[in-house]
């Protein structure tokens, strides 16, 4: 998710899109798109799902919600906080837009590993008010060579009980098993699957889950791209998928929405 940030790169894509005409990638739901896409094929591509959503922090600006829904866009993760001392300044903005126009939204914590779990799981509580019909709250745990203050890399054991600190406390909090995000190389470096029975939110660009994720591929919604274009938000970015049809999302919504 962090590297959004990189507006080199997002201007590049753009251009290279305008040059070409933004020809549909194959195995993109219809409605949205993708500027630097992944060739899917057969029957683990994307558009083989019947829901499909975005997840945006500040990079993406104001979200017109309105047109997102109308264009398919059937959920939404906003950046909520990072670390202990950081709030995303358009969270609470799109949040608030993105409930107006029926699109069930949910909150999500980049951590940060030179802050301890209780610290940052305070400081998300203080920033996302538990609301009818959100989402559950997101843990996002990747490693981030890009931070200018925090490089450290924790041994899997002190990466997890820390995540369950985490965890346990927003549980607590708002009354739901929070969602726990992460990539390829965090998810197998750590054995995240050893924290049990949690929803998985897994990244995965370039291969479906099952292929990418070996035997441990159990998720609730992947992330196919950081790249991807989508009704009502200017410029890149991220698409997601929900692991059922949409029937099942219906169940999943009551059985998990606040």
């Keep these: 998710m962090a590297w959004l940030g990189r507006k080199a790169l997002v201007a590049a894509l753009l251009v290279v899109l305008a040059g070409c005409g933004g020809g549909h990638p194959t195995g993109i739901p219809k409605g949205f798109d993708d500027v630097d896409p992944t060739e899917w094929h057969g029957r683990n591509k994307p558009s083989n799902y019947d829901i499909h959503g975005i997840d945006a922090s500040r990079f993406q600006g104001a979200i017109d919600f309105d047109e997102a829904a109308r264009g398919g866009v059937g959920f939404a993760f906003l950046k909520a906080t990072e670390g202990g001392d950081f709030a995303d300044p358009m969270f609470q903005t799109n949040r608030e837009a993105a409930r107006r126009a029926g699109v069930p939204v949910g909150a999500y914590h980049f951590y940060y590993y030179c802050r301890t779990a209780q610290e940052q799981a305070q400081w998300f509580i203080d920033h996302v008010p538990a609301e009818p019909g959100d989402l559950p709250p997101v843990l996002d745990m990747e490693w981030n060579g890009y931070s200018p203050s925090c490089r450290l890399r924790p041994p899997p054991e002190t990466v997890r009980s820390e995540a369950k600190i985490f965890l346990d406390m927003l549980t607590a909090h708002y009354g739901r098993k929070?969602?726990?995000?992460?990539?390829?190389?965090?998810?197998?470096?750590?054995?995240?699957?050893?924290?049990?029975d949690y929803h998985f939110w897994l990244r995965a660009v370039a291969g479906h889950p099952a292929d990418v994720y070996g035997g441990h591929h159990r998720w609730t919604f992947w992330q196919y791209t950081g790249t991807g274009r989508a009704p009502g938000v200017d410029g890149p970015v991220d698409l997601n998928t929900f692991n059922g049809s949409s029937r099942q999302w219906r169940k999943w919504l009551e059985a998990h929405a606040q």
Excluded at 178 to 196: A, H, R, V
């Design 178 to 196: 929070p969602i726990i995000y992460t990539s390829i190389d965090f998810w197998e470096e750590n054995e995240m699957w050893k924290l049990g």
